[in-house]
């Protein structure tokens, strides 16, 4: 989850420029008020519903130097007290800092932030979070402090805690886009702007379920392992995380910065992201964590991309259809695939070798759209799908007895189905049907498969006679096992 910055400032140009560092970590969401009245109402409002920002950043030089009346209207409120405060300034002045410190200032930074007093900002909040009641103690003792010296006293005492958390934040921002936003801001316009752009989003599946049966720790685990993994290779290939969904991931190529090859750029980075999944794996199987896999899709069109909100509030945004359409292209993927939409082909600098090609259709729209499943891209990135290893089908000798529930989304639009299993591995199930059923199902439909008191979710690959070919989202802990099916037999 974001951590909150307020950040008070009553220069706009100033504020939008430190609201666009801020946000271009990816962990944090900056808060931007721009007079007294916005600071009071928001600061009710995070008292009304216990949701304090992590942060506050205030601009010395933005006209409000006089009384400073809405940082000093925060500290006399106790539960503002214990949040860290950072000062900035443009001028480097003995002066200014001693007059920072004395209003409250844990840290006082030079505008415009540098890469160092990014890495600050992250740090100083999440560490809030992580330690609040520790900071509050922190925080009301350097309000009493009366010089500067005591004060980057106690912030040394927090240099190994510090580190620690270093260690676990990581680079959850890119120098490269902070850059582009500095020296030209026309790359990323004051209010936003339309734009070809390619957007990519990637979502776990089955996890929602998974995450059911494991401890809060577990889930913690294995989501900041993959998602760190994820982001390192989004980053390398120049995309931009808009935000972390649960275990999805929303991302943009070819905004704020402006790249020549936005759609080859997110198909390698996809292709990377998918090889990844197998370090991602062994560090599950070497902590005892259940294995995952990931459904991405990639869909390019015309975006508005920018500032979003009002002037109190405000957050860097992508909008429109294509978001939409590269939501619902995720949803019929199943694990380790990637499926692009066969408009993003006309982006291509490369050519790109597929698996086949479909057409899917969407509630709500009335065309039927054309994805294709990649197997790799040629050009600008060569990047090609690792092979997977070709899994055995183990028939049964017995047909096994299923109740089958056709989904959309996570509910139920049909009512029950009887069917045999006849054949069945790790990843895939193969049921035969009644012919009188089989009119009903469709391709990429979603399906729930109960035997017994066992479950599993997945997804229709493949309809031949009676006969149903299924790809596994999810599968309740015994449901193999229900369905007389022995992994290590499966696996010989």
Excluded at 44 to 59: F, G, I, K, T
Excluded at 347 to 363: A, C, D, H, Q
Excluded at 421 to 437: G, L, P, Q, V
């Amino acid at each position: 989850m974001k951590k909150d910055v307020w950040v008070l400032c009553n220069s706009r140009e100033d504020m939008i420029e430190a609201q666009r560092r801020i946000n271009e970590g990816g962990g944090l969401r900056a808060f931007c008020l721009l007079h007294l009245e916005a600071v009071q109402k928001a600061a009710q409002r995070a008292l009304e519903m216990n949701a304090m920002p992590s942060l506050l950043v205030v601009d010395y030089e933005s006209g409000c130097r006089e009384d400073f009346a809405s940082i000093r209207f925060l500290l006399s409120k106790p539960a503002f007290v214990g949040i860290p405060l950072f000062f900035m300034s443009s001028v480097k002045d003995e002066e200014i800092d001693e007059k920072c410190y004395e209003l409250g200032a844990t840290v006082v930074l030079r505008k415009p932030f540098s890469g160092a007093s990014m890495l600050r900002i992250e740090r100083a909040a999440l560490q809030n979070e992580m330690t609040r009641n520790y900071e509050k103690i922190v925080q009301k003792q350097t309000m009493e402090l009366a010089a500067a010296k005591e004060i980057k006293r106690l912030n040394e005492q927090l240099s190994v805690r510090n580190e620690l958390l270093h260690r676990i934040l990581g680079k959850y921002f890119s120098d490269e886009v902070v850059d582009v936003i500095l020296e030209k801001p026309q790359g990323a316009a004051i209010g936003g702007e339309k734009r070809i752009v390619t957007v990519m989003m990637a979502d776990l599946r089955g996890f929602t379920a998974l995450s059911e049966r494991l401890s809060a720790d577990e889930v913690v685990a294995i989501l900041n392992y993959y998602l760190e993994k994820m982001t390192e290779v989004i980053m390398k290939y120049r995309g931009t995380i808009i935000e972390f969904i649960g275990d999805a991931i929303l991302t943009v190529f070819g905004a704020p910065l402006v790249a020549e090859h936005a759609a080859d750029d997110a198909i390698a980075a996809a292709i990377e992201m998918q090889n990844c999944m197998e370090s991602v794996n062994r560090y599950n199987v070497e902590n005892g964590y259940p294995e995952i896999e990931a459904g991405i899709g990639i869909h390019a069109g015309e975006a508005f991309i920018g500032n979003i909100g009002s002037e109190q509030f405000m957050r860097y945004n992508v909008i429109g259809q294509v978001v939409n359409l590269c939501s619902r292209i995720q949803t019929y993927s199943i694990g380790g695939q990637i499926l692009v939409s066969e408009q993003t082909l006309e982006y291509l600098e490369g050519e790109l070798l597929l698996n086949k090609k479909f057409e899917i259709s969407m509630k709500g729209i009335h065309d039927r759209l054309m994805v294709c499943d990649v197997k790799a891209i040629s050009g600008v990135h060569a990047a090609k799908l690792s092979e997977a290893e070709e899994e055995k089908m183990v028939s049964l000798g017995q047909p096994i007895g299923a109740v089958l529930y056709l989904l959309q989304g996570k509910s139920v639009i049909r009512a029950s189905v009887q069917g045999d299993i006849m054949a069945i591995s790790e990843h895939r199930i193969c049921i035969s049907c009644k012919e009188a059923y089989m009119k009903e199902f469709a391709l990429y439909q979603d399906m729930e498969v109960v035997v017994g008191d066992e479950c599993a979710y997945a997804k229709i690959l493949g309809i031949e006679d009676n006969y149903l070919h299924l790809y596994f989202t999810f599968l309740s802990e015994h449901f193999l096992m229900n369905c007389g099916y022995d992994a290590k037999e499966g696996n010989e």
